[in-house]
């Protein structure tokens, strides 16, 4: 039942009050209400356990893309992890990440900047972390190049990201979203094709899961969380 009207309403905002607001004032929407809703909606339940099944993964100098607000900084070993380097082009959203970090062992260099042009060396990373943020990177093609360039050789990518459904109705929905619901999502495009994104970057995926995330609408939900190797 709590999954029924969470569906209900969340559908609500999604199709209806997110839209009229944002068409409203797009400024106010931008600035005001979408980084609360994208700090609470990538905190739900399904995504946490999807975080914490790729974030300890990672290992040496880290290169998080799209760091948000900070969401991973909880799931990372200190022991394992000598630095971190978290891009992201959002203001209001390092502004939390860096609430977050000062709480965790961690040493975290905030860089605000877009992964389409990554400020750092070739070949310097040792994992580079992506989580439900190829989806919102304009050009994200573009962002994997980078992130491809600034791994070593012996460098890994851990992912875990949304994106094209194999289902064909799934599908025909993400398609169909696509004149509205980037501009409430804060540039979030549900149809992206990771898996392609990946490899056509010159990766080689290692270890590819995927599934519908429990207690998510369909169209936002289909997973696929690995690991590429250069
Ligand atoms: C849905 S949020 C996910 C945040 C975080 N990765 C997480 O797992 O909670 C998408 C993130 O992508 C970031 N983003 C948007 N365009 C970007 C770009 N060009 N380069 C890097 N990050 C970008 C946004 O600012 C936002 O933090």
Request: overall charge positive; charged content about 20%.
């Amino acid at each position: 039942m709590k999954k029924i009207i969470y569906l209900i309403l969340s559908n609500l905002f999604i199709f209806i009050i997110y839209p009229i607001i944002r068409f409203t004032n797009k400024k106010f929407y931008e600035k005001k209400i979408l980084p609360s809703v994208i700090n609470s909606t990538c905190n739900s339940r399904p995504i946490q356990y999807q975080r914490k099944k790729v974030v300890p993964k990672a290992f040496g100098i880290v290169l998080e893309i799209g760091i948000g607000s900070g969401h991973n900084l909880k799931y990372y070993e200190p022991s394992k992890v000598t630095k971190i380097y978290g891009v992201d082009p959002s203001n209001e959203l390092n502004k939390l990440a860096k609430d977050k970090a000062s709480k965790y062992n961690l040493d975290v260099d905030f860089i605000v900047s877009s992964a389409e042009e990554i400020p750092l060396d070739d070949n310097s990373i040792d994992t580079a972390v992506t989580t439900f943020t190829l989806c919102s990177i304009p050009d994200s093609q573009k962002a994997l190049n980078e992130i491809y360039r600034v791994l070593k050789p012996s460098g890994k990518l851990i992912f875990s990201e949304h994106g094209l459904s194999p289902d064909k109705f799934v599908a025909n929905i993400q398609n169909g979203i696509e004149f509205f619901y980037p501009k409430i999502s804060g540039g979030c495009h549900a149809n992206k094709d990771i898996p392609n994104l990946i490899t056509n970057a010159k990766f080689n995926i290692d270890n590819l899961e995927t599934m519908y995330l429990p207690g998510t609408q369909k169209f936002l939900g289909y997973n696929f969380w690995g690991t590429a190797n250069k």
